[in-house]
Antibody, heavy 118, light 113 residues
Framework: EVQVLESGGGLVQPGGSLRLSCVASGFTFSGYAMSWVRQAPGKGLEWVSGISAGGGDTYYADSVKGRFTISRDNSKNTLYLQMNSLRAEDTARYFC???????????WGQGTLVTVSS | DIVMTQSPDSLAVSLGERATINCRSS????????????FAWYQQKPGQPPKLLIYWASTRESGVPDRFSGSGSGTDFTLTISSLQAEDVAVYYC?????????FGQGTKVEIK
C-alpha cells in the first residue's frame, strides 16, 4: 500500500524558516519525480516545487523561487522542502505528491499545515 | 504558464443525474510525439487530499468507478459523472502536466440538488 506522510508544519513568524519532510512507502521512491503542492485555506491547488527521481533537477514556482529549496534522500525515501523568508501568503496546507511535469500526481499525503503569522 | 479555466465554478445535480464539468487550457497540452494529452482530473473531498481520477485526459485511475469519464483533446476537456452519487460531493480540479509549472484549474464544487 502506498503511503505518503508529511511532517514539519507549524506556526512561524514572518521572515522565519521551516523544513517540511515527506516519508514515502509502498513504491520505489527513487524511481519517481516528486512535488510539493499547497492549498491556502479555502482556496485551490498551487504547485510549489518539483524534483526529478534522482534529485539532480529541481523546479520552482515563481512565487517561491529563491526562498524555498526542494531536496530528497532516496536512501531514506524522504522528500524535503526547506522554506526560508516565509510570508503570510505562504500560509497553506502543504501536500507531498508523487508526480511532476510529465506525469500525473498519483498519490498525495494528508498534508501538513504551515501558518505564517506574528 | 498554462492557465486552466474550469466551468462552472459550482453545480448542483440531483442524485442519479449527469454532472458535466469543463476545463479549458490556454495552450494545447497534446504532445504529438506520443499522441497523449498531458491532462488530469482530481477529486477532493472535505478534509482530504486530492485524489487522481483521470489521467491522459481519458484513462480512469485504478479503482475509480466507471461512472466517471474524461474526454477532450488539445485545449478543451470534460469530466462527466454519468449518475451522481452522494459520495461524489466534492471539489473537482483539472490539471495540466505538460509543462512546468504544472497548473490546476480553480476547482468546481459539485453538490446534490
Amino acid at each position: 500500500e502506498v503511503q505518503v506522510l508529511e511532517s514539519g508544519g507549524g506556526l512561524v513568524q514572518p521572515g522565519g524558516s521551516l523544513r517540511l519532510s515527506c516519508v514515502a512507502s509502498g513504491f520505489t521512491f527513487s524511481g519517481y519525480a516528486m512535488s510539493w503542492v499547497r492549498q491556502a485555506p479555502g482556496k485551490g491547488l498551487e504547485w510549489v516545487s518539483g524534483i526529478s527521481a534522482g534529485g539532480g533537477d529541481t523546479y520552482y514556482a515563481d512565487s517561491v523561487k529563491g526562498r524555498f529549496t526542494i531536496s530528497r534522500d532516496n536512501s531514506k525515501n524522504t522528500l524535503y522542502l526547506q522554506m526560508n523568508s516565509l510570508r503570510a501568503e505562504d500560509t497553506a496546507r502543504y501536500f507531498c505528491a508523487k508526480g511532476n511535469t510529465g506525469v500525473p500526481f498519483g498519490y498525495w499525503g494528508q498534508g501538513t499545515l504551515v501558518t505564517v503569522s506574528s | 504558464d498554462i492557465v486552466m479555466t474550469q466551468s462552472p465554478d459550482s453545480l448542483a445535480v440531483s442524485l442519479g443525474e449527469r454532472a458535466t464539468i469543463n476545463c479549458r487550457s490556454s495552450r494545447s497540452v497534446f504532445y504529438t510525439s506520443n499522441n497523449k494529452n498531458y491532462f488530469a482530473w482530481y477529486q477532493q473531498k472535505p478534509g482530504q487530499p486530492p485524489k487522481l481520477l483521470i489521467y491522459w485526459a481519458s484513462t480512469r485511475e485504478s479503482g475509480v468507478p466507471d461512472r466517471f469519464s474524461g474526454s477532450g483533446s488539445g485545449t478543451d476537456f470534460t469530466l462527466t459523472i454519468s449518475s451522481l452519487q452522494a459520495e461524489d460531493v466534492a471539489v473537482y480540479y483539472c490539471q495540466q502536466y505538460y509543462s512546468t509549472p504544472p497548473t490546476f484549474g480553480q476547482g468546481t464544487k459539485v453538490e446534490i440538488k
